[in-house]
Each structure stands twice: as structure tokens, then as C-alpha cells.
């Protein structure tokens, strides 16, 4: 992630179980170009973590 207060943001929506709020976030990283977000944020759309499972968003945002 970009800066350490994205990072810290995004851990502790993790932290806290919001995970609807970590997709948020993550997906803003990932807007940045930053591909650990971009890969976590397709880990999510894959096991539908805060997000509606959706396999080709997932291959979409996994992609760098």
C-alpha cells in the first residue's frame, strides 16, 4: 500500500471484522496502481469477503 496510513487503515478494518470496509479501501489502493491491494482485493471478490463473490472481478482485479 501507498502510504502506511492506507495500511493501517485497512488492517484495522480487518482487525475489526469490516470487511466491507477493507474492500473500500483496498480497492483505492489498487486505483493507485499498488498490486498487493489489487491481489488481496481479488482474494476477496473470490471468497466473497465483504464483497458479493464474483469470480471475474476477481481474475479482473488480481490482474496487474
Do not use: R
Request: glycine share 8%; charged share 15%.
Amino acid at each position: 500500500v501507498h502510504s502506511a496510513a492506507s495500511a493501517s487503515s485497512i488492517i484495522m478494518a480487518l482487525v475489526l471484522k469490516d470487511c466491507a470496509k477493507a474492500a473500500v479501501l483496498l480497492q483505492q489502493a489498487a486505483d493507485q496502481g499498488d498490486i498487493e491491494a489489487k491481489c488481496n482485493l481479488g482474494q476477496m471478490y473470490c471468497n466473497g469477503d465483504g464483497l458479493q463473490q464474483d469470480w471475474p472481478a476477481s481474475a479482473f482485479a488480481s490482474s496487474g
